[in-house]
């Protein structure tokens, strides 16, 4: 499984967009790029999915380097409710495996 | 509509007792994952199924770990002879197929004393 690598916390005002970087150097040819994000008490939301082309959908935009070696999760406007953990996974559903993610915090 | 339900949200064991967790899946979808998340050190999946009524033993991270699929909705994680190590909060999630988002429950909360 391939290993990805964010950073800790980033915090952001509401409002502004949120820039989220993603390691992924070991990743395989054939492996899609996975974000979840998860809210205390609750299970992982799917946020988005992509493999080589970047991707958009009404939560979040994804842009994955030309190497895929790395990829950004883009929230456009974040707001409070999107203060979560976000979790960046490679390789099929079978295997994800979450690391400890990156704690976005939201000021109003 | 319904999304992925699991029972019991909290769940109290004594050591070396046997526990069983239900999961309650999305109508139609085929892949059905069990995952364990404690807190600081992420998530792992401990065993998934893609077939109907598949009893699948992954077993991660030893045979005590087990999960039955006796209807195509329903799944039970089994735990054998509980660990102080085996608390945690265990999540089940499934996907249309395996290459699809994959929707997770609440989780349950497993505490072995």
């Known amino acids: 499984d391939a290993k990805t690598t964010q950073p800790n916390s980033m915090e952001s005002n509401e409002e502004e967009p949120v820039h989220l970087p993603c390691n992924h150097s070991?990743?395989?040819?054939?492996?899609?790029i996975h974000w979840y994000r998860q809210l205390p008490s609750q299970g992982p939301e799917y946020v988005i999915h992509?493999?080589?082309s970047n991707v958009n959908n009404r939560m979040a935009s994804l842009a994955i380097a030309e190497d895929r070696k790395s990829s950004t999760l883009i929230l456009h406007r974040a707001t409070l409710r999107d203060a979560a953990v976000y979790y960046c996974t490679t390789g099929a559903n079978s295997k994800l495996t979450f690391g400890k993610g990156i704690t976005l915090s939201v000021r109003p | 509509g319904a999304g992925v339900s699991q029972s019991p949200r909290y769940k109290v064991a004594k050591r070396g007792r046997d526990v069983a967790l239900r999961c309650d899946s999305i109508s139609g979808h085929v892949t059905l994952y069990w995952y364990r998340q404690t807190l600081g050190q992420g998530s792992e999946v401990l065993t998934y199924s893609q077939s109907d009524a598949q009893r699948d033993k992954s077993g991660r991270p030893s045979g005590r770990f087990s999960a039955e699929r006796p209807e195509r909705s329903v799944s039970t994680l089994k735990i054998q002879r509980t660990e102080q190590g085996d608390s945690a909060v265990y999540l089940c999630?499934?996907?249309?197929?395996?290459?699809?988002?994959?929707?997770f429950g609440q989780g349950t909360r497993l505490t072995v004393v």
């Open positions: 070991t990743i395989s040819g054939t492996d899609y």
């Open positions: 992509g493999l080589t």
């Open positions: 999630a499934s996907s249309p197929n395996r290459d699809s988002e994959a929707f």
